[in-house]
């Protein structure tokens, strides 16, 4: 399958802080990109879909500005938590697809607001 | 709305018996996937089913679509401890059902 990189894998940072995370396709080129939030033992929640060169689409209850999103090219999306909270701690992963039906995840981001 | 109620959540069952995991829907899906999850990790792609009553098989796990395209079931066989780990049924506009969260004693 194809391979999608998602960096940092584990981030601590204090609160009120900004982090940002990046989602890269390494052997194709994304269309579109997906962030979802999981926190333990439960499904994916998405939380927005970004295209390339375009605003991205937020899901119900998801504070754009608070979760800020670029995708600037067909290979790299990142999502950046402004002014973490405590309650933003979590786990947050990308996937990618290119016209297919499949996604391809990337590792996760273990996010820890202290 | 599409939606994808995934049964059961949690199953914990001893080496070598069999289970199976089910995804419904009340919406036609054109596609559904599923997804394993380990700890810490992302998902990653099991198999994607496409056609109505498809059935595919990698190894002991054993897919299946409904004729109508709005469920799927995963079926293992002789579960391993190798097996645990979160499974999760998509499709759509990559939306997830919650989840199925297997432990395989041995």
């Known amino acids: 399958g194809a391979v999608v990189s998602q960096h940092p894998s584990r981030v601590i940072c204090k609160s009120g802080t900004s982090v940002k995370i990046e989602c890269r396709s390494l052997d194709f080129q994304a269309t579109t990109m997906f962030w979802y939030r999981q926190f333990p033992k439960q499904s994916l929640m998405l939380m927005a879909t970004?295209?390339?060169?375009?605003?991205?689409?937020?899901e119900q209850g998801v504070e754009k500005d608070k979760f800020l999103i670029n995708h600037a090219s067909l290979t790299l999306s990142t999502l950046t938590v402004t002014s973490a909270h405590p309650e933003d701690s979590s786990f947050y992963i990308c996937?990618?697809?290119?016209?297919?039906?499949?996604?391809?995840f990337g590792q996760g981001t273990r996010l820890t607001v202290v | 709305t599409q939606l994808l109620e995934q049964s059961p959540q949690f199953l914990s069952i001893q080496e070598g018996e069999n289970l199976t995991v089910y995804c419904n829907s009340s919406?036609?899906?054109?596609?559904l996937q599923w997804y394993r999850q380990e700890p810490g990790e992302g998902p990653v792609l099991l198999v994607t089913?496409?056609?109505?009553?498809e059935v595919k098989k990698l190894k002991r796990l054993t897919f299946q679509f409904g004729d109508a395209r709005k469920d799927s079931s995963l079926h293992i066989t002789a579960a391993q401890p190798g097996d645990t780990g979160l499974y999760l049924c998509g499709g759509g506009k990559l939306i997830f059902g919650q989840g199925t969260e297997l432990s395989v004693k041995p």
């Open positions: 089913v496409v056609t109505g009553g």
């Open positions: 919406s036609v899906f054109s596609s």
């Open positions: 970004s295209n390339e060169g375009s605003k991205a689409t937020y």
């Open positions: 996937s990618a697809t290119f016209i297919r039906v499949e996604a391809f």
